[in-house]
């Protein structure tokens, strides 16, 4: 560690850049900016700093938090003063609710330019509000003020972003001038010796040992009661943050022998199979004669809220005798207030507890073959009416997805219709891949970007499904595929049904003299000089062939493209009534 610096903002910049690294948090996210100098230079002299520049604020905090969900560790987020500080805010909400790891380092004017009518300054302290685990107002710069309290500043931040419940954190950096780290050098030796130790060492500060509780035997054992002795369970699965937990879920379902409804988050529901995984769960739930003659009367819920709406109301007008949920925060998750047993704990280390204590539970293969022989037909009705039909469609562009997707990819999928699609009619025995998307708010914006990030953490090519609007709102995020620091392709296959697809399915589409100026809003544009203007292929396939063909060449050229589906508002609504509609009636029959 050097000991001269050119002022006091380079000094203690370097010991931050410094300290994240050593907390193995080096993947840093900045927005050009002035006040921001002295991170922004000490970033670029640190050898182990990885950086990406992206000149939009809130497309920068999209990316950093796409790359920590995939690297469940936190991105650094670094901008300027005043209203950068603000556009961060989208992202900060979706990492908070979602519990994704972010640390966000604002620059801010010095104390004595707040409330002064000073230029880029607004009022930056707790900005965030409640959605930061966090937060502190970095002093200036100050030779009083000893070293170690900028590293211990830091230690606490990488902490508290990434102890359960894991979140953003907000550091709010002043800066006095002069910001740029030029003219001669001063020897701060003196000043840095009460952290020698750290100087000669690689270690982080202060290291913070979080040590995870195991669930209690008390716990689990009246957890393991319910469960023996219960009739007609169905487990629950949301999203679930590795592969680990993903592998402890699957193995209590076989064990139990009971129908699991797997989210299109979980990692449960691509390419996995096993007796027990109802794929086809939401579109069952369609017949209300099957659902109601299969109620159940025990839930075990593992992870998040699924994506189903129709899942969250069949359990709420249920009458459940026990709803156990299991999930590694303390947040209530519990939207239909059904939930008798809250358990907050690592769901693998639980899974295993509980697989130690419960006895194979009697055989209940009717109610089991109920569901299965349900998703069955719902499989076979979707092959004849979408993957039988030569035209294209909205849910066969999921379908297709699933069917085409290279093996151990990932996949982003946006919110609104993209998402609804993609676990109602994704065919589940194709490619295991790596599922993510932002349900914590569940908005439509940053998602370019933060599919980017995500194809960084995750280390591999990425297909981005989205709708029309949702790209609009992020179009300029395009250009952070330019960038040196993207190593994969991110293949954007694109649904343009001009404007907004999903209020087609609400009751609003009733009020025909609003509906399409206020909530249809048309924009007539497609997409192919957006893939011109950021220097990306673009195809405009119009049939499933050329679909296929189009996607596979995409993959395999490793090369980022936009594949842009023209689609009918009106036709897209009319025909998944048809296809639901032939669900409905084979399962009353059933």
């Known amino acids: 560690m050097l000991t001269e610096f050119s002022n006091l903002n380079a000094l203690w910049t370097s010991l931050i850049v410094e300290e994240l690294v050593r907390n193995r948090v080096d993947y840093f996210c900045l927005s050009p900016g002035f006040r921001n100098s002295p991170l922004t230079v000490s970033i670029a002299r640190n050898k182990k700093a990885h950086s990406v520049i992206h000149y939009d604020e809130r497309g920068a905090a999209f990316h950093a938090l796409g790359y920590a969900r995939a690297t469940r560790r936190p991105a650094v987020l670094i901008c300027t003063s005043g209203t950068a500080a603000a556009d961060f805010m989208p992202a900060v909400i979706e990492a908070s609710m979602d519990m994704v790891p972010l640390i966000v380092l604002t620059a801010d004017r010095p104390p004595e330019l707040r409330n002064t009518g000073a230029n880029q300054t607004i009022d930056q302290v707790k900005l965030y509000g409640g959605y930061v685990r966090w937060f502190c107002d970095l002093p200036c710069p100050d030779a009083d003020i000893e070293p170690g309290f900028v590293l211990t500043t830091v230690d606490q931040t990488v902490y508290r972003a990434t102890r359960p419940p894991a979140g953003p954190v907000h550091i709010n950096c002043m800066f006095r001038e002069p910001l740029a780290p030029i003219g001669p050098k001063k020897d701060f030796a003196r000043h840095l010796s009460g952290i020698k130790r750290w100087m000669k060492d690689q270690s982080p500060y202060t290291e913070y040992m979080y040590v995870p509780s195991a669930p209690d035997a008390e716990t689990v054992a009246k957890a393991t009661t319910i469960i023996s002795e219960a009739d007609k369970g169905i487990i629950v699965v949301g999203r679930l943050r590795n592969s680990e937990e993903q592998e402890a879920v699957k193995m209590v379902a076989c064990h139990l022998n009971w129908p699991t409804f797997p989210d ?18 939401d579109q069952v739930l369609l017949s209300n004669e099957f659902a109601e003659s299969c109620q159940p009367l025990t839930v075990v819920h593992f992870g998040s809220i699924p994506t189903s709406k129709r899942l969250q109301q069949f359990l709420k007008k249920n009458r459940l005798s026990e709803y156990i949920m299991v999930a590694g925060h303390p947040w209530r998750y519990d939207p239909s207030h059904r939930v008798t047993m809250r358990i907050e704990a690592d769901v693998e280390e639980f899974c295993k507890q509980l697989l130690a204590l419960i006895e194979q539970p009697r055989a209940n293969r009717p109610w089991l073959e109920q569901f299965t022989t349900a998703s069955d037909i719902v499989g076979r009705i979707l092959h ?8 294209m469609s909205e849910p066969s562009v999921s379908r297709l997805i699933s069917q085409n997707i290279q093996q151990n990819s990932g996949l982003f999928v946006s919110n609104s219709m993209p998402i609804r699609d993609m676990d109602m009619y994704a065919a589940p025995h194709g490619s295991v891949v790596t599922v993510a998307c932002n349900r914590g708010a569940s908005g439509i914006d940053g998602i ?48 343009n049904n001009d404007g907004g697809g999903l209020f087609s399915f609400l009751p609003i589409a009733q009020v025909k003299e609003a509906f399409e100026p206020f909530f249809g809003t048309p924009h007539g544009l497609s997409f192919d000089k957006a893939a011109e203007m950021f220097g990306l292929d673009y195809c405009c396939p119009d049939s499933k062939e050329s679909f296929i063909s189009s996607y596979l060449s995409a993959q395999n050229e490793n090369r980022s493209a936009i594949i842009e589906i023209k689609s009918d508002r009106a036709e897209n609504y009319r025909f998944h009534q048809v296809v639901q509609e032939k669900i409905i009636s084979a399962l009353n029959n059933l």
Request: glycine residues 6%; charged residues 15%; proline residues 4%.
């Open 264 to 281: 299109i988050s979980s990692g449960l529901r691509l390419g996995v199979t096993s007796d027990n995984l109802i794929a086809y769960y």
């Open 384 to 391: 004849e009416v979408i993957d039988d039909d030569d035209r």
């Open 448 to 495: 370019i970007a933060s599919a980017t990030g995500f194809a960084c953490g995750l280390n591999k090519p990425v297909t981005l499904l989205i709708g029309d609007l949702a790209f609009l709102h992020d179009v300029n995020s395009l250009a952070l595929l330019k960038s040196a620091a993207h190593p994969h392709p991110l293949v954007i296959v694109v649904i």
